[in-house]
């Protein structure tokens, strides 16, 4: 398994040898963007043999015939036909896009916030790398039983209700905490609330506080350092921030089942049903059309911002 | 208004961020102490409140092969996927995001192909492995399919992290090493791994985390001996019992323990560092 990693590092032992005689100094060097290949190949071959190739199966697959008895080749648009002519898809879509949406405002709101007052409030690396640390600890446990957690705690007799009755603000248990939309989003902010934290944390730690010192020495108010310093010299952060949460709302399997108590269903819910059932050649339709939903987001937020300019330099 | 100095005065800002951030960990940490205290449910008790009792029933549930699950055995599995995931991600993604450090022929693309892997929904990556194995005739197995589920997801994530990592990271250190007469590995060896080691072993962290917490890309591909996560959603399907968050306290108090352990010995080697510059 290692020599792929052996093979990328080759490159740095090919390109000079150690200096013995200064005279007799040959070296011989590979072009840079061999090296580079060499570097990045391992890197290149995984995704390719384990992700381009396999979408590319599924796409393939979504034309195909199938019964119960197996699937065969051929070319049908049947199973897009289908899956466009039923409501329900355009009801899971829009459920799913809705719950993206608002999760999306809700986790960028708290996450910037909370990444500025980490970065720029708190004083002294040791007490940041802790409060950090206590962001980042929940999620070592599993996101299936930080999912579950919820239900004693927003349940009828639950912890919450208990103390809204406690404090005497509720005179009996709220319901509509449970089992409901409420459940779900409260869910994915919860599990997807870092996501947007890590990014937007590693942009800001790269202004210079100077920066911000200079404009409100120069008479901006607190509010339009923000608008037109911190916030546009975040925006990678930011960008990548909202695409992860975007797409893990859109991927998501396990909350909306655990924690809708059925009334709403998500995409990829619906398809793997299908994938039990074997129905291989509608689940891949499903499948082909979330991928390029996806992709048609994901290519917009990044139209907006050039990641891919900030990040690698 | 910002990093200010010790002893300036606070602006209204710190107030109103500091009550988020409090108000923040409350919301992260309430329900888990709710599953951390109802995983001491006495024996006949349920998955909710009332607690009926006090019991460690639960956690000795943990250790004994039940009829539902076998815990000990998926969690050794999940351990022994993650660590082999999060060797490979470092090496493969290190050397990547050193490649990436100038522009080469098929830059664009292979960029644009980890972004795409990265937000992929993860139960299709499994699905479209799954059926690849299926067509090729292949069983999916813990360290074929299920590892390269994983690592299409753990890649893109390193190489990320990479980038952030390698953007702070002034070249002119490795030229001054090769004027003074480094070559190539003794650069790579002495100055480029020490200086990027924190960012490597927070890569290295960060892969086995999501490693071991790994569901919707392994279900798919894992054969039929399961991981940890697969073993802790087949409970939840088939029984519930506050075995689950046993399970969940358990794993917080070792990753508790083990943080606090390196953060300790973190600041012990900066003691001892400042030590020897001051003597």
Known sequence: ?????????????????????????????????????????????????????????????????????????????????????????WRVYASSLKFAVIVWAITLFLGFNISYFLIFHVRGAVVRTVLFLLCAIPFWTSGIIRTIAWIPFLGRNGAFNQILMGLGIASHPLTFLLFSDFSVIVTYVHLFTLLMIGPIANSLSKIDPALMEAAVDAGASRWRTMVDIVIPLSKTGITLGSILVFTQVMGDYFVVRQMSGGQSASIVSMLSTQIQAMEYPPASANAMVLVIFVAILVAAMMKVVDVRKELVK | MAAGRIGEKRPWTFYALATLFGAFLLFLYGPMFVIYILSFQGENGGVTFPMVGFSLAWFREIFQPGQMANIPVSFSRSIGLATVVSLLTVVISVAAGLGFRRRFPGSGILFYLAVASLVMPSLLVGFGIGLSFQFLGIEPGLFTSALGAQLTWTLPFGLFAMFAVVNRFNRSWEEAAADLGANAWQRLRHVTIPILLPGIVGVAMGAFTLSYDEYARTTLTIGTRNTLPLEIYALISSATSPTLFAIGTLTTGVSFVAITFSLLLVLRMQRRRAFAKAG
């Open chain 1, 1 to 89: 398994m290692n020599s792929a990693g052996l093979i990328s590092i080759l490159p740095f032992a090919l390109r000079g040898r150690p200096v013995t005689e200064p005279g007799k100094r040959r070296r011989t060097r590979l072009p840079s963007w061999l090296v580079s290949w060499f570097q990045v190949g391992p890197l290149a071959l995984i995704l390719v043999v384990l992700f381009a190739l396999p979408t590319c199966l599924f796409l393939v697959v979504s034309f195909y015939d199938y019964d119960r008895m197996g699937i065969y080749p051929a070319f049908l648009l049947d199973n897009y036909r289908e899956l466009f002519t039923t409501r329900a898809t």
